[in-house]
């Protein structure tokens, strides 16, 4: 693991923050207990920010107190429900945007419920709120298993989409699934991205693979606590304190 991300701060996956009645593939967080989360990071002194501001702060040495929050696929309830409830407790975020579907719906989850995506304006006026924009792939597909041509069109494609719309750079990529090898790890680095998030940890964690913690509706403040106790310790044992 490279010098600078070791130990890593925290980083925290969410999907979707809406009520709902069926999430088979458990991406949906409901917003009483979103709220509920949010309150206890700011109940313990951690703030919520975005990879962008994550990074730069380890790279200061002040990542201290820094929690990333991660946003996967650019679902509308980004906009409704969770970018509302960043703004009243000072945090930011991360939202990784599946750039060939912007507008549509969430349709690698199929036969799952349908559920909307942002627009192209929408992710436009969440970049100008602060969020940071991130690219999620062109299609959400399994990069491990594409031919080599695919996954350069995929990451390469991606972020020159989004570049275009939102007329400034985007560093961050997420890979769909968190379905990576090393293949794909280089694939992202070469295409100019200054970082990536997998899910979980593994002998390619770095820069361009780092890895998250899952977050669901069943996490209750004492299971926040246990990941974050699994966290910390995972931490030590990867040299740092």
């Known amino acids: ?62 990542g201290a107190g820094l929690v990333g929050l991660t946003f996967d696929d650019g679902y509308l309830d980004f906009v409704t429900t969770v970018m509302p409830a960043l703004t009243r407790y000072g945090f930011t975020a991360t939202v990784y945007i599946v750039a060939g579907s912007l507008g549509g719906s969430n349709e690698w989850d199929r036969p ?5 995506l942002m627009t192209a304006g929408q992710v436009v006026a969440a970049a100008k709120a602060g969020v940071e924009v991130g690219s999620h792939s062109m299609r959400h597909i399994r ?6 041509g695919d996954l350069t069109d995929q990451v390469r494609r991606s972020r020159a ?6 007329g400034e750079d985007v560093g961050g990529f997420c890979y769909p699934y968190g379905a990576i090898n090393a293949r794909e790890v280089e694939a992202v680095r070469a295409a100019g991205y200054e970082y990536a998030c997998a899910v979980y940890p593994s002998e390619l964690a770095g820069r361009h693979a780092i890895p998250r913690t899952f977050v669901g509706d069943r996490d209750t403040s004492t299971r926040l606590l246990a990941k974050w106790a699994r966290h910390r310790l995972l931490r030590r044992r990867g040299g740092g304190s």
């Open 1 to 62: 693991m490279e010098p600078e991300l070791r130990p890593m701060p925290m980083v925290l996956m969410y999907h979707s923050v809406e009520p709902y009645e069926s999430d088979p593939y458990q991406v949906t967080v409901h917003p009483d207990r979103f709220e509920r989360q949010l309150g206890w990071l700011s109940q313990r002194g951690l703030r919520g920010v975005s990879m962008r501001e994550l990074l730069d702060a380890r790279r200061r040495g002040e």
């Open 143 to 148: 990069l491990s298993e594409t031919d080599q």
């Open 161 to 166: 989409v989004l570049v275009e719309l939102l």
């Open 112 to 116: 799952g419920p349908a559920k909307p």
